[in-house]
């Protein structure tokens, strides 16, 4: 988290710095030329007042003035012909000569008479008809000067406009850090206690900020994964402490069978002993793919459902039924149409009519129709019917009743399990329901929506 913080008021503190600079540097640069400008403005119009009152013959000395400190004539070859008293005595202002072409002009000049100070300085050059008729032809230039200002001459605003850009990306910064920390903070705290609860304890939650945002969102959802994830963890610890024990009884019994045969040699029987192990090898063999299938099904994705007629998956497992045996009957009210996986599914109506066979008297009545948006297909047998406290444990993993033990020794007990789980990934469901003779598993599983009709057909 302090990364993500420290990158993001990084970034907006170096952001803020670069436009800033850019902005001051435009701002120092316009003021610089504004105040020139309007410095250089002044020396213009105090040329120009000068220029007009001289005559021929009479060049009167400039009045003093708050425009420009120092007023210079030049003649061609340098020499000061006139100026105010401030540049009495003093060298002219600049070496710049004006050409015809562009007779005003502006410049800086830093005399050593002014102990490192600078000037600005306008320059005019007079037309050819003032230098005619006032000096015989001969160029003359007028030379008006003032001190350079202080906030230009001293960088004063530049100081100025670097120090505002640094306090207020400073500032940029800081207030990042302080927001995206507060903003972080639930996410922090959610953080915390995935991890703990990775950890240590599947039973923590995060703590859900109030509102609607993504952070709310978020930690919501967390809470969600976290549940799942507890129940997934609960499931497979459950389920691996009955696999190991279901597991262990076959293993046991072909090792014991295996060391007898070895330690007492002459009292075997190899052909009773060798059935013996293939028993025990069938059930560890019978109890290795149900889990495969518990396994497979409970990790199943919906992404290879395909259009599926209920009632014809029926009618193929009843007809794939031994003829022998007790009698099935088979009503289809109607032919619903599922999404699903045609193995699964066939799986499920197997184990179905396999449990009820086991458990009948005399026939099975199986039922298809289509009720309420599902599909339901309900297996009954005359059997003995199972208790009502039963009904839902009949359904847990190695769960196996009294008579199921004595009518098949060697289930594994994973059967309805996996039928249950395999209903519930196609998002529907399998239970017992109450009936006077007998049980009644009822499967039942969701109709497809169907598809929108075309406003712009016909």
């Not at 002219?92 to 008479?113: A, E, G, M, V, Y």
């Amino acid at each position: 988290m302090n990364s993500i913080r420290v990158r993001y008021t990084i970034a907006v503190g170096v952001l803020f710095l670069m436009i800033l600079t850019v902005v001051g540097a435009l701002v120092s640069l316009g003021v610089r030329n504004t105040v020139a400008a309007d410095l250089n403005e002044d020396m213009r119009l105090t040329i120009v007042d000068w220029a007009t009152e001289m005559r021929p013959g009479h060049i009167p000395s400039p009045k003093p003035n708050a425009r420009a400190k120092y007023l210079q004539l030049v003649d061609s070859k340098g020499r000061v012909v006139v100026s105010n008293a401030a540049a009495a005595g003093k060298p002219p202002l600049s070496t710049i000569r004006p050409s015809h072409d562009n007779r005003l002009q502006d410049t800086k000049s830093c005399p050593s008479w002014e102990s490192g100070r600078c000037l600005l300085v306008t320059i005019l050059r007079l037309d050819d008809s003032a230098a005619s008729t006032l000096f015989g032809g001969e160029p003359h230039y007028v030379y008006a000067g003032t001190m350079e200002p202080p906030a230009l001459a001293m960088r004063y605003l530049e100081a100025g406009i670097v120090a505002a850009v640094l306090f207020a990306s400073a500032t940029a910064a800081w207030s990042t850090w302080m927001v995206v920390g507060r903003t972080l903070q639930p996410v922090r705290a959610i953080s915390t206690k995935m991890r703990k609860a990775a950890e240590s304890d599947l039973n923590l939650r995060v703590p859900e900020p109030p509102g609607n945002d993504e952070i709310a969102e978020f930690a919501r959802t967390s809470n969600i994964y976290l549940d799942r994830l507890e129940k997934a963890v609960r499931a497979q610890r459950r389920f691996a402490s009955m696999a190991s024990h279901e597991l262990r009884s076959p293993v046991a019994a072909l090792r014991t069978q295996l060391e007898e045969a070895l330690l007492y040699p002459e009292d075997a029987d190899l052909r009773l002993t060798l059935q013996h192990t293939l028993r025990s090898t069938e059930r560890l063999e019978a109890i290795i793919d149900d889990l495969l299938a518990y396994t497979r099904v409970t990790g199943a994705l919906p992404a290879a459902y395909e259009p599926l007629d209920l009632a014809e998956l029926v009618e193929f497992e009843v007809t794939a039924l031994p003829r022998y045996g007790t009698e099935v009957r088979l009503r289809v009210v109607d032919r619903p149409i599922v999404l699903g996986s045609r193995i699964q599914l066939c799986r499920v109506l197997t184990n179905l009519l396999a449990n009820a066979r086991r458990h009948a008297r005399s026939r099975i009545d199986v039922t298809v129709e289509q009720y309420g948006g599902q599909a339901v297909v309900s297996v009954h047998d005359d059997g003995a019917g199972i208790a009502p406290e039963d009904r839902e444990r009949v359904f847990d993993t190695f769960v196996r009743l009294r008579e199921a033990q004595l009518l098949d020794p060697g289930g594994t007990g994973l059967g309805l399990a996996i039928s249950r789980e395999t209903c519930q990934a196609h998002g529907g469901s399998l239970t017992v329901a109450d009936d006077p003779v007998g049980a009644r598993f009822v499967l039942r599983l969701p109709l497809p929506e169907p598809a929108p009709k075309d406003e712009h057909a016909g």
